[in-house]
């Protein structure tokens, strides 16, 4: 019997290509940042495989989490959760292409041009 999955973890900790393992497997559907409230409402009878849920308003996130943990458990038969890590120097090294590109494909943060004179370590640690 297949379980429901859900992926958790941190930017840049690969979350996204552990999802996408599920896309080809005739076994699972897979959703990737998709709202937590229609992930509640989907059709659990045929597993589900899902990356990071995002916040809805309608409920009270667990700290840290984007949506209520007991509420994800009382409602998501077998479900299976992974907590993806990463060493975080390692995950900071991994944006250095990006970020020394004026943060080329990578989100800029907000106040991204106010560190644009500083070392790319140093810039890569704030994002």
């Known amino acids: 019997m297949c379980e429901n999955v859900l992926i958790l973890g941190c930017k840049r900790s690969g979350t996204s290509i552990f999802g996408e393992l599920f896309n080809p497997l005739s076994t699972h559907t897979y959703y990737s940042k998709i709202d937590f409230d229609l992930y509640l409402n989907k059709d ?9 849920p995002r916040e809805n308003r309608k409920y009270q996130n667990t700290p840290g989490l984007s949506f209520p943990l007991d509420v994800l458990l009382e409602r998501i038969p077998n479900i299976k959760i992974y ?3 990463r060493e975080p120097l390692d995950a900071s090294c991994s944006l250095r292409v990006g970020i020394s590109k004026t943060w080329g494909h990578h989100p800029q943060p907000p106040n991204y041009k106010d ?13």
């Not at 560190?115 to 994002?127: G, N």
């Open 44 to 52: 659990f009878s045929k597993p589900i495989a899902a990356k990071i």
């Open 83 to 85: 907590w993806q890590l």
């Open 115 to 127: 560190w644009m004179h500083e070392s790319l370590l140093k810039k890569c640690a704030h994002h």
